[in-house]
């Protein structure tokens, strides 16, 4: 008996031998293709001639479209969010050979729009952290950045209206979207609920866990800050307190976990919007931005959207915002299907600016690639 088991190990032993070997082949194939990658990448930027900084050879559409194709080729096993991440990955190293990527977000670091930056990016940029929207869109206006990540919407908490404020006033376009799923996590050195006295968090993550709080500190002070990774780092020596943040803030600032998942809504998610200084070409599935005013009156409002149901198009979203114009007054940004360059969308623009002088395109970006599947993987 005992040798038979003898005999069947080995066996295993040399079967498993064989599996690793194979492993190891692939390995130095998939290096060698990604090398070949990297090769053909910088032909094409060879190809464009001397430009001026990383910015002129990135191209978002085509990396939605690669993107895109990536996600119809994958049987498995690995899911589609995982390999979408992989493939951004490499391209985004392919990117950076020479000069990396300048992406503004808000910071500090560990926060929600950093993580944004990098499902959108990947980590081969260089991510420049600031205190404020108004100075995201200032970094990308004045070229210190090549593109900025600002937030724009929570399924729970509704629009950012700052960050549409700030369109009004600025030539940027929106040159991309991030849909991203958002848990929440107590952070502190406390050894428990009894000895936390205060809460630390950005006010619209106290809003997105405030039944949770109410049900378990409802004595703690709850106290609004620029940013969670901020809440993290006043917290980090001090046995009182604690931050509502991201697992990234508490590794980065050294703050263990709590209570994991304390969001109030399960399917908590932020829409972030990517910002550049030109207009993005069609990807083949895209989606546009507009902001609409035009005179008082009734039938204002459906005036102006009346072409878009004559196209048959698909409005997503609208938000009013009031104006600046005068008192009571208001525009509109909308969001909608298809790019402002290609029909039927494109003779509905026409229409509409007929209507309005007014009316300006944001931006017409590729839709969000990876968010449904990369949502579906952390729910997991």
């Known amino acids: 008996m005992a040798k038979k088991e003898h005999k069947s190990g080995k066996q295993n032993e040399a079967a498993l031998g064989e599996v690793r070997l194979k492993i190891d082949k692939l390995d130095a194939q998939i290096q060698s293709l990604i090398s070949d990658r990297a090769r053909l990448a910088w032909a094409v930027r060879e190809s464009k001639g001397q430009l001026n ?130 848990h929440h996590n107590l952070l502190s050195q406390a050894k428990g609920l009894a000895d936390i006295e205060r809460v630390y968090s950005h006010q619209q993550s106290l809003s997105q866990c405030k039944t949770w709080i109410r049900q378990h500190l409802p004595s703690a002070e709850c106290i609004a800050v620029s940013s969670n990774a901020e809440a993290a780092r006043r917290v980090r020596q001090s046995s009182d307190a604690a931050a509502i943040s991201s697992q990234s803030a508490a590794d980065i600032y050294g703050v263990p976990v709590l209570f994991a998942r304390i969001e109030d809504q399960p399917d908590n998610a932020t829409r972030f919007l990517v910002i550049g200084r030109q207009l993005l070409t069609p990807s083949g599935d895209d989606k546009t931005s507009l902001l609409l005013a035009g005179d008082e009156g009734p039938g204002a409002l459906y005036s102006l959207l009346s072409p878009l149901a004559r196209h048959k198009l698909n409005m997503s979203r609208i938000e009013s915002r009031p104006s600046s114009i005068a008192r009571w007054t208001y525009m509109f940004f909308v969001d909608v299907e298809g790019h402002a360059e290609s029909e039927p969308l494109k003779s509905a623009l026409g229409e509409m600016l007929e209507l309005s002088s007014l009316t300006r395109v944001l931006g017409s970006y590729p839709k969000a690639v990876s968010s449904r599947l990369a949502n579906r993987k952390e729910e997991a």
Request: net charge negative.
């Open 53 to 182: 900084s990383a910015v002129d050879y990135y191209r978002p559409e085509r990396e939605a479209q690669v993107l895109r194709a990536v996600r119809e080729r994958n049987e498995g096993p690995i899911s589609d969010a995982e390999m979408l991440r992989l493939f951004r990955e490499i391209m985004s190293v392919c990117l950076a050979q020479q000069e990396p990527l300048k992406i503004a977000y808000l910071g500090p670091e560990g926060t929600f729009t950093q993580q944004a930056v990098n499902r959108h990016f990947g980590h081969s940029v260089q991510a420049l952290g600031v205190t404020s929207i108004d100075d995201v869109f200032m970094q990308v206006e004045t070229t210190e950045a090549d593109f900025g990540v600002v937030p724009v919407e929570n399924s729970s908490q509704g629009i950012v209206s700052h960050t549409l404020d700030r369109f009004v006033g600025s030539d940027l376009k929106i040159c991309g979207e991030i849909e991203m799923a958002i």
